[in-house]
């Protein structure tokens, strides 16, 4: 299975600022997804990264707001942008080579605003 | 036994029983199920999945039923022990789409 790392791991932040969250894979994969986990619930998925057009943002979720990047298969990033308080969250990515088919998660992004 | 957190369901076993972690999913074309289990400050980490055209799978002290008539999902632990303590969360996918939809997740304390 694809090994996914994440980085930072964590991050303290002003509000206001922005931060890139990246995100590598060791090999290529068809899909690439970035969640957002609030402590002690499930995930939900902001956005599909595609490789070459713009990300597929899921209903809540804007492109100002949270920039996506996917420039190969193997690699993309996510901004938080003009972050607040209500962003504090832990941010994961994962990969899948398609659909119908397991997706692997990095161990995540821990972020915290001020 | 089971309770209600402030958060997720918990669910308590002495350590050497077996574990029965439920999950009911929401869309009957869901086709492709998986069980993660995730530690914390870890990332979900993949145990086992699971298609439709099948009612049972088992893999090394794992065990996942599927129940498609009444649309419920579980994930049978044997033997539990302290390192499976973690949440665990099941994730249902539509083949042909890229989409997971998570459960709310069931944390998994082992007793010693």
């Known amino acids: 299975s694809a090994v996914i790392s994440q980085k930072p791991s964590r991050d303290i932040c002003q509000r206001g600022t922005s931060l890139t969250i990246q995100c590598q894979v060791d090999?290529?994969?068809?899909?690439m997804f970035w969640y957002r986990q609030q402590p002690g619930q499930s995930l939900t998925l902001i956005a599909t990264?595609?490789?070459?057009?713009?990300?597929?943002?899921e209903s809540g979720f804007v492109i100002d707001k949270f920039p996506i990047s996917r420039p190969n298969l193997t690699f993309s990033t996510l901004t938080v942008s003009n972050m607040s308080p209500e962003d504090s969250s832990i941010y994961l990515c994962?990969?899948?080579?398609?659909?119908?088919?397991?997706?692997?998660f990095g161990d995540g992004t821990r972020l915290s605003i001020l | 036994g089971e309770s209600v957190g402030l958060h997720l369901p918990t669910l308590s076993v002495q350590e050497g029983d077996n574990s029965i972690i439920n999950c009911a999913y929401s869309n009957s074309a869901s086709d492709y199920f998986i069980w993660y289990k995730q530690e914390s400050g870890k990332g979900p980490q993949f145990i086992i999945d699971?298609?439709?055209?099948?009612d049972k799978r088992q893999g090394q002290r794992v065990t996942v039923l599927l129940n498609k008539t009444v649309k419920h999902l579980s994930l049978q632990i044997a033997a539990t022990q302290p390192g499976d303590s973690a949440v665990y969360f099941c994730a249902e996918n539509t083949s042909g789409t890229y989409k997971y939809i998570f459960g709310t997740g069931t944390r998994l304390k082992v007793l010693a």
């Open positions: 994962s990969a899948a080579t398609g659909g119908g088919q397991p997706q692997h």
């Open positions: 990264a595609n490789q070459g057009s713009e990300a597929t943002y």
């Open positions: 699971i298609r439709s055209n099948m």
């Open positions: 090999s290529q994969v068809t899909m």
